[in-house]
């Protein structure tokens, strides 16, 4: 089972949020029970944001078994194809092109996303089997 692992669930660990640190670990740690844990270079990069150093965010990743694994162009093209109707659907702005790319990497190169976000992903990425801590 390969398991895509969004921003939030990361930061949720690596920041120790109060709230979500409890049920993101839980749901961290059984997907990497059950299988390989992959990371887009989206994440990649929204991870590395949160840290003093690049260094210190590929230690971090690491150190609990997320494996870079870029998008490739059919990814791309889902993404873009999905951003397309949700801005035609009159979706907001509030949603960035990032999601869209994080999901679509995940329904092309995984069996399922690792996310807190399951409301959005469910509603634009149907196909897409999520796992939720909440």
């Known amino acids: 089972m390969i398991t895509a692992v969004d921003t939030s669930v990361l930061l949720d660990v690596f920041l120790a949020d109060e709230a979500f640190l409890e049920g993101s670990l839980t749901c961290l740690e059984q997907a990497s029970d059950e299988g390989l844990l992959v990371a887009s270079e989206v994440v990649w990069a929204e991870v ?5 150093s690049s260094t210190d965010a ?13 998008a490739d162009a059919e990814a791309g093209l889902l993404a873009g194809e ?22 679509s990497h995940a329904a092309v190169a995984a069996d399922r ?13 149907k196909d897409l089997d999520i796992l939720s801590p909440d």
């Open 58 to 70: 590929e230690q971090a990743l690491e150190t609990i078994g997320i494996v870079f694994r870029a």
């Open 48 to 52: 590395a944001a949160a840290f003093e």
């Open 113 to 125: 996303l690792l996310t807190r976000d399951r409301g959005f992903y469910r509603s634009y990425f």
């Open 82 to 103: 999905t951003w397309r109707c949700y801005r035609k659907s009159g979706g907001g702005r509030d949603r960035m092109i990032a999601d869209f790319l994080i999901a």
